[in-house]
């Protein structure tokens, strides 16, 4: 049995194809208030190398005015078959958008004007990088040992209107992991059972500032405070899924 395609280190996202040349795919949406989904994607495979690319593009005028938004998300994947028990992904993931808040309306506000915008100018902007490489190898027909490393950077932007004044927030992450685990399925009392036990580590960098501007569009203005946030964090866990028919039992420990 092939346990390489039950890695947990995998996100949800389309695996590269392993049984052909060439394959692409385009899908549009349309809706109303000018909905507009783009899904591109294109792979391949070549000897022990199969590849992916994808992107996607997400728009809406939104129901209100400065409620639309603006989506952009690309991934590349790459995956080697070092050999029939290991393979080797690297995949790269880049995330854009910008978002206009039309802002919290009462009960009342709604029902003299569904289309009333209460903050005209609040904005907030995102951009997010992540590549990561993971390691998969079938130990036995019943263990499976995934690795994988990843390392990323975010940054948020918003405006948001205060009185007369505006709030311009920033927040960057600058992150990186590691998680290795060692999984084994096993038979016992006409069931199965999974044992799983490894190790996470992760760093991260999270300053956040703050500025004022004078007017509800500004983009610049005084500073206001600045944060230094920094996170460190490692784990050693084991878990263990005892399977009875439909019930499970799951003791864990983490340190």
Excluded: C
Excluded at 10 to 15: A, I
Excluded at 138 to 165: C, I, K, N, P, Y
Excluded at 178 to 187: F, G, I, M, P, V
């Amino acid at each position: 049995r092939t346990r390489l395609s039950r890695s947990s280190t995998h996100g949800v996202t389309r695996q590269p194809p392993t049984d052909t040349a060439l394959t692409a795919r385009t899908q549009h949406v349309f809706g109303s208030d000018g909905l507009y989904n783009l899904y591109n994607s294109v792979g391949g495979t070549s000897g022990s190398l199969g590849w992916r690319g994808s992107f996607t593009r997400r728009h809406a005028d939104g129901a209100r005015p400065n409620a639309d938004y603006t989506v952009y998300n690309g991934t590349a994947k790459a995956a080697l078959k070092a050999d029939p028990a290991s393979q080797w992904t690297f995949t790269m993931d880049a995330y854009e958008s910008e978002s206009g808040e039309a802002g919290r309306i009462s009960l009342s506000q709604y029902g003299a004007n569904r289309d009333f915008t209460r903050t005209p100018s609040d904005r907030i902007w995102i951009e997010r990088y992540v590549p990561s490489l993971s390691y998969e190898r079938e130990m036995s027909d019943d263990t499976l040992l995934t690795s994988q490393g990843w390392v990323g950077h975010q940054d948020r932007f918003s405006r948001r209107q205060t009185g007369t004044a505006t709030n311009l927030d920033r927040q960057e992450f600058t992150f990186g992991g590691w998680d290795t685990r060692l999984r084994h399925d096993w038979q016992a009392w006409g069931n199965e059972h999974t044992t799983t036990g490894g190790v996470v580590l992760y760093a991260s960098d999270s300053p956040r500032s703050r500025k004022r501007g004078a007017e509800p569009r500004a983009t610049t203005g005084p500073t206001r405070f600045e944060l230094d946030r920094r996170t460190t964090y490692g784990a050693l866990f084991a878990e263990q899924l005892m399977q009875f028919g439909r019930l499970a039992v799951i003791p864990a420990f983490r340190l």
